[in-house]
């Protein structure tokens, strides 16, 4: 099992910048990519970011509306995954999952609230 928990969500002014987290437990040997989604109200839910390894090589990649504005990064040795948000926009606005990969299955967050409004 694995276990995952976002955090660092708020409220943003246009134009701003927010650096979510995802932190992994449990059975984190199992996992194999990490990623992160959002859902606006009313709309699906898509991916933004995402993140898979193998060793030491990490492989990256950004959904086409957050290119240039957002990063995807790893931090191994806390099972950590980042979404560094910049350049904010109101329709950033949404609530971000982060969803973990693993032989096992797949495990999602609860989710934290993004608010990009003046």
């Known amino acids: 099992q694995v276990q995952v928990v976002e955090s660092g969500g708020g409220l943003v002014q246009p134009g701003g910048s927010l650096r979510l987290s995802c932190a992994a437990s449990g059975s984190i040997f199992s996992i194999n990519s990490m990623g992160w989604y959002r859902q606006a109200p009313g709309k699906q839910r898509e991916l933004v970011a995402a993140i898979r390894w193998s060793g030491s090589i990490n492989y990256a990649n950004v959904a086409d509306s957050v290119s240039g504005r957002f990063t995807i990064s790893r931090q191994n040795a806390k099972n950590t995954v980042y979404l560094q948000m910049n350049s904010l926009k109101p329709e950033d606005t949404a609530v971000y999952y982060c969803?973990?990969?693993?032989?096992?299955?797949?495990?999602w967050g609860q989710g934290t609230q993004v608010t990009v409004s003046s």
């Open positions: 969803k973990a990969g693993a032989t096992g299955g797949v495990y």
